[in-house]
């Protein structure tokens, strides 16, 4: 192995900087959870997959009866679902979540069970959770900007 020691200052100045953030990501690891939130908040508004745009699939006659006629917002009747995303981060993850037992049907899609208000129905998925190439974009950004010991 060949080892050198160099001495320039201002080069192990850019190193030490570089090893004390890469020892803390939790900054940049609450950057990305906000770019995610935020991809959700804008799935909910645009009522599109985050990932494709891809439109969600329009609510049923049926509920929209329920609703008493109104077929927009979806998945936001109450807007409880849109409300429970939050954001998370620390020194190794980057999340957005919701704790609503229900999120997991409407990001999937399924078959209501037996006792539910619309039993044994098809559920069509409508993803609210994902990235899209500009979030994906931006990520990488947030990590470039991370990663240099100059900024």
């Not at 060949?2 to 190193?15: F, G, P, Q």
């Not at 906000?34 to 985050?50: C, I, K, W, Y």
């Not at 936001?76 to 997991?104: C, E, F, I």
């Amino acid at each position: 192995m060949i080892e050198i020691d160099y001495k320039d200052r201002s080069v192990l100045n850019a190193l030490q900087r570089l090893d004390d953030r890469l020892t803390n990501l939790t900054p940049a690891m609450r950057d990305i959870a906000g770019v995610l939130t935020d991809a959700t908040e804008r799935a909910f508004q645009d009522e599109a997959d985050p990932a494709t745009g891809t439109p969600w699939a329009p609510l049923t006659e049926a509920t929209v009866g329920m609703r008493g006629g109104d077929a927009h917002p979806i998945l936001q009747r109450s807007g409880q679902l849109a409300a429970s995303v939050t954001g998370d981060w620390g020194p190794d993850h980057a999340v957005a979540g919701t704790n609503k037992v229900y999120a997991a049907m409407q990001q999937f899609g399924g078959i209501t069970k037996a006792n539910s208000m619309i039993p044994y129905k098809e559920i069509p998925a409508r993803p609210f959770l994902g990235i899209g190439d500009e979030d994906k974009n931006e990520i990488l950004d947030i990590v470039r900007s991370y990663l240099d010991p100059t900024a």
